[in-house]
């Protein structure tokens, strides 16, 4: 199998090329470099620099390649900006990949994999969300992936490609420094950015009705989101026409105090939080069952919480040198 990784030099695109090479299959990136950067794609994978919404281009990669299979990475994810921009997201995010699964199928492509997200159940009031949870998707964000999980099953049952929607939970951590998530976007590196301005972190609310009256989370480590992209890579490749929804995420929460406590133990800062007000739309609590991956696949994650803050300190250490404390 030859596999085209569309965003294969973002964040998570990088584990996952990383991930596929290490187990042998062999991978080819896809990106527009908007926010990917090229030095993350090793020197054997090679590069195809371009957009998802340019089908001429993606079809010659597919051809010059040999793609066989397709995980699909490449979108805007920042919630709040789709708020503001939604028809950036709805053309980028859907359009994109309506053009990628056209010149899919074109070329005979039998496995595809998209990258989905928990954004896709909006506020869920369960404790522990299945994938049979309903979806209501509270930003363009999360509508994008919602439509794009339609869009990938509904090419699958028309052209038989064997297709999956991996929803993921709170991707942290990194396999190496070089590797190590660089935005300031979610919890982890904007703890880390207050600490190393000497300010406090802060909490969005602390009156939710959890044990410490902060939000709760499911976080899961981005080298164990890369391991359960193989698996499903290759169980879309041995099993033609397999439809697969999975949530990516360890099944355990960790609420948003108890998060910024570890960080400070394994920084070496003691920078108590400040509260501020609720964000809005944000959910109390979102933990993902992760038993249909663990049956379906045999994946379970690896690696705890404290595996993901140590390594993306680490990387977030080397960009920010000053930030170490003895």
């Known amino acids: 199998m030859t596999w085209l990784i569309t965003g294969g030099a973002g964040y998570i695109g990088a584990h996952v090329v990383r991930a596929m090479t290490e187990a042998g299959e062999r991978a080819v990136v896809y990106d527009d470099l908007s926010t990917g950067i090229a030095d993350r794609v090793p020197d054997s994978v090679p590069l195809v620099v371009g957009s998802t919404l340019d089908g001429a281009r993606i079809a010659r990669a597919i051809a010059a390649h040999r793609i066989t299979g397709v995980v699909h990475l490449a979108a805007k994810k920042q919630v709040g900006e789709s708020v503001d921009l939604p028809l950036h997201y709805y053309r980028e995010n859907v359009e994109g990949l309506r053009i990628l699964l056209e010149a899919a199928t074109a070329a005979d492509v039998r496995s595809f994999v998209f990258s989905s997200s928990a954004a896709v159940y909006g506020m869920p ?3 522990l969300v299945t994938e049979e ?10 509508e994008t992936k919602l439509a794009g999980e339609w869009l990938v099953r ?6 038989g490609i064997a297709t999956a929607s991996l929803r993921y939970f709170n991707v942290a951590g990194a396999a190496t420094p070089k590797l190590a998530d660089i935005g300031v976007f979610n919890l982890i590196p904007m703890v880390f950015e207050k600490l190393t301005e000497n300010a406090p972190p802060r909490i969005f609310g602390d009156d939710y009705p959890t044990p410490d009256g902060t939000c709760i989370r499911d976080y899961i480590h981005v080298v164990d989101l890369a391991e359960a992209h193989v698996a499903t890579a290759r169980a879309l490749h041995s099993s033609p026409g397999l439809d697969l929804t999975l949530n990516i ?3 355990e929460g960790v609420s948003v105090r108890e998060m910024i406590d570890l960080i400070n133990a394994v920084t070496g800062y003691d920078s108590p939080p400040t509260v501020t007000p609720r964000r809005p739309g944000d959910p109390a609590r979102v933990v993902a069952s992760a038993d249909r991956i663990a049956t379906e696949l045999g994946w379970k994650a690896r690696h705890d919480v404290q595996d993901m803050i140590t390594s993306a300190w680490e990387g977030w250490v080397r960009l920010h040198p000053g930030a170490a404390r003895d």
Do not use: K, L, N
């Not at 949870?133 to 999360?142: H, W």
């Not at 509904?154 to 052209?159: I, K, L, M, S, V």
């Open 125 to 127: 009031d369960v404790d």
């Open 133 to 142: 949870t309903p979806c209501a998707p509270m930003s363009p964000y999360g």
């Open 154 to 159: 509904a090419t699958g049952r028309a052209t």
């Open 249 to 251: 995420g360890r099944g």
